[in-house]
């Protein structure tokens, strides 16, 4: 094989490997960015490419993902002179893969000591007690002073979260203490409202009750009444209905009589020594010897 040929097929092989090398696929969700001789040419998103081999050259490979940054703990001073420890959490996005290559040296870095700095700021703004319970609006200002600053380096910010808010020992101690007395406030005012309640339910259940007892001995007194008056007034239309039934008959002198004799004999009832005999009936002497008779022979009879 003639030494020319062999030297031929060895630069096609090197000249396919070199073009074939300069064949780029870019990711989903990546972007690369491209320079030309030393220049910013262009930036390739998602798909094949070729580079010009020799001339061009990736200057960096950037994920259009969201990325998240979890900062270490930075020292901050309150307004009330309290220094603490808080670590925040970075989410960002990269928008522009040139600003990104171009804008700052080290843009993660820049974001950490940025985001260090404005905490520093806000937080000096604050008591403790606020910064304690002013998540939400930290984490607010923090964002939005960080997604300003970042627009430049083509990143978006989208969230900062304050991951870990660490006051120191003695602080913590007190805080603490703090919570165990108002847990225990909280916990006698419960129990005081318990028995205030049970007292409450307690003394109208007796209420309750000692007026059903009223009613119910007014009711029965009430009913006795009644019965009692009832039983009065059957005596009483008794009394009148037999008057009736006497004045309907028409008694005669004789019955009337008898009637006084049997109502005599009853008021002395066998035991009378002594009985009295109206005017009226005096005439009817034939009737003595029967009332003497009735009442016994002890009985003396006055006229």
Do not use: C
């Amino acid at each position: 094989m003639p030494y020319g040929f062999i030297v031929l097929a060895a630069l096609i092989v090197v000249i396919l490997i070199i073009l074939i090398s300069n064949i780029k696929v870019v990711p989903q969700a990546h972007a690369y960015v491209l320079e030309r001789l030393g220049a910013y040419s262009s930036t390739w998103s998602t798909g094949l490419h070729f580079m010009v081999p020799f001339i061009d050259k990736i200057s960096k490979k950037v994920s259009l993902k969201e990325q998240v940054i979890d900062f270490p703990p930075q020292p901050v001073i309150t307004k009330d002179n309290v220094t603490m420890q808080i670590d925040t959490v970075v989410y960002f996005q990269i928008t522009d893969p040139k600003l990104y290559a171009y804008g700052v040296e080290r843009p993660i870095s820049a974001i950490e000591n940025l985001s260090a700095t404005t905490l520093r700021n806000i937080i000096g703004d604050l008591e403790l007690d606020h910064t304690l319970t002013s998540r939400d609006v930290i984490n607010t200002k923090i964002r939005i002073i960080l997604d300003e600053a970042t627009d430049a380096w083509g990143i978006k910010v989208n969230r900062v979260e304050l991951k870990n808010i660490i006051p120191p020992k003695e602080i913590q101690e007190s805080m603490e203490k703090q919570m165990k007395a108002e847990r225990e406030r909280r916990a006698q005012i419960l129990t005081a409202e318990g028995e205030k309640q049970s007292a409450i339910l307690v003394a109208e259940g007796e209420k309750a009750s000692a007026i059903l007892r009223a009613d119910a001995a007014k009711e029965t007194k009430i009913r006795q009444a009644q019965g009692e008056a009832q039983a009065i007034m059957l005596v009483q239309q008794s009394l009148a209905d037999s008057i009736k039934l006497l004045n309907a008959a028409n008694p005669g002198d004789g019955v009337i009589a008898l009637k006084s004799l049997e109502a005599f004999s009853k008021a002395a009832d066998g035991k009378a020594t002594k009985i009295i005999i109206p005017s009226n009936i005096q005439s009817l002497a034939g009737l003595a010897t029967s009332i003497k008779e009735l009442v016994g022979n002890n009985a003396e009879i006055v006229e």
